[in-house]
């Protein structure tokens, strides 16, 4: 089954006001339309808060007292804590928001706090141990002696671990972003942004820009301040604001911005404050740190392989803030080789879900839950991610653990990914009796659940996300686009307009851009390889992308798909512009479609008759059309013939057509497939194509499928093929399988409208 295309929304033709328009040029110079209509469009802030919201030297950010006592509490208890010498833990978490918190607080704390001595963090293990405080390592931490714990990232629902860690004599400050608890949890203070209103500019804190508010509210209470000043911390912040799932506003954009801005200078000879291990994964994934993707796409992936390979996250702490050049730089690659592994891990468990995917009637599913005792938990979160953006739907992916010895109910446990609308928090909560945990956010989430509990909530959660849909109407994933524009609009003004957006993230895409009518040249694919040489199952398509505006074409390229993937022709293209010094400006392809062509100009008029229903017995001297147009150019064929022979157009198919549905055309060709392997009959392209009435195109794609579920395509010549199977089957690559049943899918849509338009239409 085919995942539900993706549906343009197409830029409004509400132009923004001349007000508006002035404004947004007063504070980024000229040149300035795009922006200001995209701004305008997407309704971010109002004109008062325009200024601040495009410059952060404008901004004012809100004070760390904005969240009331507790701050105060905690700032006393730490102040307290350095008076009297005790012992201060930092407890985090293993993804990049809780790795970048845990530095945070490491390096801002152990200015004051001698590190290692009477300042430690521990960080629980992602592929043993789950998100929140355990049992065990609090008595870790009560054994090493400590009395103050902070935590990063996490801890606002971890009521009986508080209780606990007061039991062994450890206070407990938390620091968090994460879903409010329903009743107090014993800790000293609690600083959680969503005890703010929704619309405060701290609401949307990540944990690590939690964390450097306690900073900020601990440095103002000092009598002197420290030896670096707060903001050395700031390119950490960046970091863990832009890997994780929040909305970019508020004190939240404000601090990603300045935090790019002191991230940048890592890459610079002499950086006021060195780091390293940044300098050196920013080396090693070709960036330079002045851009949110450089995060997104470089750092936080790299960052997050660790636990993901690994399990353990501690040594991500020490590669963020040690001094150690050696040392720092055998953990960068450390990073990098994780991160290599995490990539091929990632496609395989991916092809593994996705052959899992093709039994799965998505045409009655609202939300996907699958489980396997194989799978790594550790690739699962990302898997689902892959899978509810392509498919639609709310995505949920469980490893089913090994059997308890003591004889407790086997658990899953596993990620969920979201769409936007559908608050997975939400939907656990009605759940709540057949799990034994969860939480996270509204997009992304974690849980935990008997095996036996697994079914009935993929029951329930089919029945509340269509209920929330409002009906059985299938979901259908939307992509919205910015601005029309063309090929001569890339580059470098368009670019500089659209940068004033950054960072983007939720709430605040990247910009799309649609460009009409346009073609590709110079077309190639090629397998990235890792910085051993080896392969990684990953491709990666690069193109020229050319319209009739163009003075020459212009770069791009389109990431886990083949050459042959790209459409022939005329396309409408909807694509982000990128820069960066080892590619210069490009656009990285979002989606791609035929350009809808339209039908042929008004001319000299010939008679078309509809003998579809019924043929006459005189038929005179006609043109007939006895196969049912795909396109409009082969309708134009037609309609050429006829003005030169002068004769009538007789349409004589038949109105119903495709008895098949896609899926079971692609049963057909791999039935086909297997005679011809078993018997080493040789098949001509022609022949294939009658038979299962597909396009050129469509054929190409079906082998290209074919190739993926073990069978071997040679060609003597361009027409004739011969089919062997590989001695091992792998199961199907699905994305590739999805691709020939989007084609037959096109294909038939369009036969039909053919079978189906008045001659009226035809005859315009």
């Not at 890592?266 to 300098?279: K, S």
Request: net charge negative; proline share 7%; hydrophobic share 40%.
């Amino acid at each position: 089954m085919a995942a539900p295309p993706l549906h343009w929304a197409l830029p409004t033709a509400d132009h923004c006001p001349e007000p508006w328009a002035r404004a947004v040029a007063q504070v980024v110079g000229g040149g300035s339309g795009h922006l200001a209509q995209i701004l305008w469009q997407r309704q971010i802030c109002n004109l008062d808060a325009l200024e601040g919201w495009l410059n952060p030297a404008v901004y004012e950010p809100r004070s760390a007292h904005a969240f009331g006592p507790d701050m105060a509490i905690a700032v006393a208890r730490l102040n307290q804590a350095i008076a009297e010498r005790e012992k201060v833990a930092i407890w985090g978490d293993f993804d990049a928001d809780g790795v970048t918190a845990t530095a945070v607080l490491w390096d801002g704390l152990g200015q004051l706090i001698p590190k290692g001595d009477r300042l430690t963090y521990f960080i629980p293990n992602r592929l043993s141990e789950s998100h929140g405080l355990s049992q065990r390592g609090i008595d870790q931490l009560a054994r090493w002696g400590a009395t103050l714990m902070v935590t990063c990232d996490t801890g606002s629902t971890n009521g009986a671990e508080i209780a606990y860690a007061n039991q062994l004599g450890i206070e407990v400050i938390v620091t968090d972003h994460h879903t409010l608890p329903d009743r107090e949890i014993g800790a000293l203070a609690l600083i959680n942004p969503r005890r703010l209103s929704p619309d405060h500019p701290l609401a949307t804190l990540s944990g690590v820009a939690v964390a450097y508010k306690l900073l900020e509210g601990w440095y103002d209470s000092l009598e002197s301040p420290p030896p670096r000043p707060l903001d050395h911390v700031l390119d950490l912040v960046a970091i863990g604001l832009i890997a994780d799932l929040v909305e970019l506003r508020g004190d939240c954009r404000y601090l990603a911005q300045v935090g790019i801005a002191r991230l940048q200078t890592q890459t610079q000879p002499a950086p006021p404050y060195p780091r390293p291990g940044l300098t050196e994964l920013l080396a090693l994934c070709k960036r330079t740190g002045d851009r949110p993707t450089d995060i997104s796409f470089g750092l936080g992936p790299r960052i997050n392989a660790v636990s993901r390979i690994h399990g353990d996250a501690s040594f991500c702490v020490e590669l963020l803030t040690s001094q150690d050049r050696d040392r720092a730089k055998t953990l960068a690659y450390e990073a990098e080789l994780a991160n290599t592994r995490r990539q091929a891990l990632q496609r395989d468990v991916y092809s593994q879900v996705m052959a899992r995917v093709a039994q799965v009637d998505l045409a009655t599913t609202r939300c996907l839950v699958l489980a396997d005792e194989q799978w790594p938990a550790g690739i699962l979160g990302l898997v689902a991610g892959q899978l509810a953006q392509a498919l639609g739907i709310p995505t949920i992916l469980l490893r089913i653990d090994p059997p308890p010895e003591d004889g407790r109910p086997r658990l899953a446990r596993g990620s969920a990914r979201s769409v936007q609308g559908l608050d997975l928090y939400q939907l656990f909560q009605t759940q709540a009796s057949l799990l034994t945990g969860f939480g996270g956010h509204p997009l992304a989430a974690g849980l935990t659940l008997p095996v036996e509990h697994v079914e009935m909530l993929a029951a329930a959660l089919n029945r509340v996300v269509r209920e929330q849909l409002g009906g059985d109407s299938a979901p259908q994933a939307l992509l919205k686009i910015d601005l029309a524009v063309t090929v001569s609009d890339l580059g470098q003004p368009l670019f500089r307009q659209l940068k004033g957006l950054e960072p983007c993230g939720m709430g605040n895409p990247v910009p799309k851009l649609l460009i009409r009518q346009a073609w590709f040249q110079n077309v190639s694919h090629r397998k990235l390889r890792d910085r051993n040489n080896q392969t990684v199952g990953y491709i990666k398509t690069e193109f020229e992308l050319w319209d009739d505006d163009a003075q020459a074409g212009f770069a791009g390229e389109w990431w886990g798909h083949y050459r042959d993937e790209l459409p022939q022709g005329r396309c409408d293209v909807v694509a982000e512009l990128d820069f960066n010094r080892h590619n210069g400006y490009h656009i990285k392809l979002v989606d791609v479609r035929p350009s809808a062509v339209a039908a042929p100009a008004p001319g000299p008029s010939h008679p078309i008759l509809d003998w579809r229903q019924t043929m006459p017995g005189d038929q005179g001297a006609v043109l007939i059309v006895d196969q049912v147009p795909s396109h409009w150019s082969d309708w134009q064929a037609w309609q050429r013939q006829a003005a030169q022979s002068g004769l009538p157009l007789a349409l004589t198919y038949s109105p119903e057509v495709d008895r098949l549905t896609p899926s079971a055309v692609w049963q057909e060709l791999v039935g086909i497939a297997k005679y011809l392997a078993r018997t080493g009959i040789e098949v001509t392209r022609s022949q294939l194509i009658e038979r299962l009435h597909l396009s050129p195109t469509s054929l190409s794609l079906g082998l290209a499928a074919l190739a993926t579920v073990g069978f071997d395509i040679a060609t003597q010549d361009a027409a004739v093929l011969t089919l062997k199977t590989h001695p091992e089957t792998d199961a199907p690559e699905f994305l590739a399988v999805r691709r020939f049943l989007d084609a037959v899918q096109e294909e038939q849509f369009r036969r039909r409208y053919f079978a189906q338009v008045p001659v009226s239409a035809l005859s315009c």
